[in-house]
């Protein structure tokens, strides 16, 4: 995590069990979203405890996700 204000290092959050976080989107009720492309799966992460909410087994790997207004949309690659 980063702290664009600082801009220095502001810990790190632990994902396991799921691994290869990387594309992130922001929800309207402050909530994170994180896609893991080694295990299939969207995070729903609450960024002040660090804690993932909810995990979304997705049926490929290969995601990335975008927000288009109040929308989250994720792409997979086909297995």
């Known amino acids: 995590m980063v702290d664009l204000i600082a801009m220095k290092s502001a810990g ?14 922001i929800h309207t009720d402050g909530s994170l979203f994180v896609t893991c492309d080694k295990s299939n799966a969207t995070l729903v992460i609450d960024p002040h405890s660090r804690r993932i909410i909810e995990a979304i087994q997705m049926p490929s790997p290969g995601r990335d996700i975008q927000s288009v ?9 086909s297995p």
């Open 12 to 25: 790190v959050m632990d994902t396991r069990p799921y691994s290869g976080p990387h594309g992130m989107a």
């Open 69 to 77: 207004g109040f929308a989250r949309l994720t792409s997979n690659k």
